[in-house]
């Protein structure tokens, strides 16, 4: 079970495969709090490998987990496992409108009632794999709850923060980003989606395929296409054109600032930094700003940088914690 546990987590196992698995899960109360465990862990071994104590710290923890299987819970839970994996093979070989039967229950039946949740410290990002293969970078200060299979009708995940989505195909069980505001539904595409519950900020940018955003009680609706961002400006979502690769350069270590009005960078800041500002001189926030930095690069020498171009002076606290804009 280890070792299916390891291949799971690097995406390496086949449809029949984590059926089997997440079917054992879910009658296993004992191997669902395992692998919920094993989740946390690989959230944590995802943070940037510049974390070493907390790298360390997370693969010792694995090392303990795997050492406290015995002999015993590998063979009872492998014979689970294969018993699951074989009732997989004889479902293969039903008829059609058997296979017709069960997948109609197995929707109607909501399972996704285990949720893990991962977060992310500030300064930080983390890469992810869900259960159906999708991949998901997540920004500082994120937080993403997941369900630890997708049984249902739909994948839905929960999403606080920013998040860069490359989602698997799947036109027959759509993939659905729920946040505070609104929900982003799609079948499979690559998407960015930022929403951070304590700022008054949304926004939605396609890379490709086609997403829709709704918002529950309201019949508003936006379609997007490659290329295009929505972002919610008074209260409404407005659509435009946009460089999708500076928007994305989060999750490759680069912040890119295309023609953004100094107040937007300032709000950026704060999420992604452990740093708050004091707007003293209101002219200096309607002033656009083009460049790019390194997400390592501290924000004081953002500011610093932005300072050289444009008309305002700035101050730091003893800490460099609060940076006053004069």
Known sequence: MQKLLERYFYGELNESEKYALFSAIEKDAELKADFIRLQNIRGLMAISPSNTAGREEAEAAMRRFYAGIGQMRRRRILQSFYRYAAAVVI???????????????????????????????????VKITLADGSAV??????????????????????????????????????????????????????FNVLNYSEMTMFETT???????????????????????????????????????????????????FDAEPFSEIIKKLELYYDVKFIIQNTKAMNVAYTGKFKASDPPEKIINVIHLTNKFNYRLSPDNKIIYIR
Do not use: M
Not at 167 to 182: A, G, H, L, M
């Open 91 to 125: 479902a293969i070989l039903c008829t059609f409108f058997t296979l017709r039967y069960l997948e109609h229950k197995n929707n109607d039946r909501n399972y996704n009632n285990s949720y893990s949740e991962i977060t992310v410290p500030v300064g930080q990002r």
């Open 137 to 190: 970078w997540l920004n500082s200060r994120s937080k993403l709850r997941i369900p630890n299979s997708f049984d249902g009708k739909y994948r839905k995940v929960y999403l606080d923060g920013e998040a860069f989505f490359n989602v698997e195909k799947n036109k027959d069980k759509p993939f659905i980003v729920e946040t505070s505001r609104y929900d982003v539904h799609v079948s499979g595409t690559q």
């Open 206 to 256: 396609l890379l490709e395929g086609q997403v829709e955003i709704t918002q529950s009680g309201s019949r508003e609706k936006v379609i997007l296409s490659p290329n295009e961002q929505v972002v919610l400006s008074n209260n409404q979502l407005k659509k435009s054109k946009t460089n999708t690769a500076d928007r994305v350069s989060w999750k490759d270590g680069i912040l890119a």
